[in-house]
């Protein structure tokens, strides 16, 4: 007779992590809540999680509509966030192809140069860039920007270490039928990389959505503002209101939550085959 025997150990280990959980999405909940209220009802206790008076409209008119252009340094942040990163992808994939499977003299003391900068920090750098984007005519514009966020060493590490594990089969079967190079790596690495290409593709998009330090530097426009430098007006002429507060930062968010459902699946078809291979 086969007795089932509670996994305390499992259940415990799930408690603990629903309570975390819990915890860790109470700001969260209290944010969409409060962009909903009148701003007398934000701060009152016990809180109101559910407001009774909904007032989401007006805030969302307020932050999009009036005194501060919202909508313009939105446009900002996400154009940059697009270009960058699908220029970040193309351009890290192509150079990890080469790195991974095509045959090329000094190869590999290229990649250990390349490997090497990845120990410089950033801020190391910004002097050097500053001068060569001024040299450039790139000052105060998006295409400085993006010409500095558009290549990645960090990425092409990691796609390249990806493509590694593909199959050297699939390409000789693939010059059997006379393909060439471009058309090995556009039909046949590409689409057996989505995992990483979508990895990537998400936090590239984070981080450039949340860059705040190079905007500072290399821009000076106010039009030309993303949403992490434009907030700053918004915090000067709100910094009172609570409740608009909370619907700007909810309408910050929104496209970073709509990449990652958007690409969820992939990263975590890659965890799994990453896990099948471990």
Do not use: C
């Not at 313009?72 to 940059?80: A, E, M, P, Q, R």
């Not at 220029?87 to 890290?92: A, I, K, P």
């Amino acid at each position: 007779m086969n007795i089932k025997r509670f996994d305390w150990s499992r259940i415990a280990f799930s408690v603990i992590l629903g309570g975390l959980s819990i915890f860790f999405i109470i700001p969260l909940v209290w944010m969409l809540s409060a962009s909903a209220k009148f701003e007398r009802d934000v701060m009152v206790y016990p809180i109101q999680w559910i407001p009774k008076d909904w007032n989401w409209v007006n805030n969302f008119h307020k932050v999009w509509l009036e005194n501060v252009p919202f909508s313009l340094f939105y446009w900002n942040s996400l154009k940059l966030a697009v270009i960058a990163t699908v220029s970040t992808l193309l351009f890290s994939s192509m150079a990890a192809f080469s790195f991974a499977k095509l045959r090329a003299p000094g190869k590999g003391v290229m990649f250990g140069m390349m490997m090497s900068f990845m120990i410089i920090p950033e801020q190391a750098t910004l002097v050097p860039r500053f001068i060569m984007i001024k040299w450039m005519g790139l000052y105060n514009t998006h295409t400085g920007i993006i010409v500095m966020l558009m290549f990645s060493m960090y990425f092409t590490f990691l796609m390249r270490q990806f493509m590694l594990g593909v199959h050297n089969e699939f390409i000789e079967s693939a010059k059997i039928d006379g393909a060439g190079y471009v058309r090995i790596y556009a039909q046949i690495m590409l689409p057996l990389s989505k995992p990483i290409l979508a990895t990537a593709g998400i936090i590239k998009f984070i981080w450039t959505w949340n860059d705040y330090q190079n905007p500072l530097i290399f821009l000076f426009t106010k039009e030309l503002y993303p949403l992490p430098l434009g907030i700053q007006f918004f915090r000067q002429e709100y910094s009172n209101n609570v409740s608009l507060m909370m619907m700007a930062a909810v309408s910050a968010i929104i496209p970073l939550i709509i990449v990652f459902i958007a690409l969820q699946k992939q990263v975590i078809n890659g965890i799994t085959v990453g896990g099948v291979k471990g």
